[in-house]
Nanobody, 133 residues
């Protein structure tokens, strides 16, 4: 069982930065694909960024150039560095992992993969990010 625990969310003014962390524990493997998603109440969960087992990364167009995903395999932590935040970035942010060692070529593939992952997918409990004007 893989456990994911997010932290680092909070309230920030527009234009500010936050770094989210996702600590993962359990039978972990550096080749797992991992990702950050976000969700606003009443809306579909949105893929934000993903990192494949080979270290390649993908980001959504809405955050490209502002958000960066990275992973420290030695510390078992997944990060999401968020810069130039806007009120539209306000959401609950979730960390996720897929233990099938799939390769995500783009955000759409990542989202579809996690939706269909069933017992192969793992999710954290989420951390709230609120960006004020």
């Amino acid at each position: 069982q893989l456990e994911l625990v997010e932290s680092g969310g909070g309230l920030v003014q527009a234009g500010g930065s936050l770094r989210l962390s996702c600590a993962f524990s359990g039978p972990t493997y550096s080749t797992y694909a991992m990702a950050w998603f976000r969700q606003v109440p009443g809306k579909e969960r949105e893929g934000v960024a993903g990192i494949n087992g080979d270290g390649s990364t993908i980001v959504a167009e809405s955050v490209e150039g502002r958000f960066t995903i990275s992973k420290d395999n030695a510390k078992n932590i997944l990060y999401l560095q968020m810069n130039s935040l806007t009120p539209e970035d306000t959401a609950m942010y979730y960390c996720a992992a897929d233990r099938r060692r799939l390769y995500w070529a783009d955000i759409a593939t990542m989202l579809s993969s996690m939706k269909n992952a069933k017992n192969f997918g793992f999710w954290g409990q989420g951390t709230q990010v609120t960006v004020s004007i």
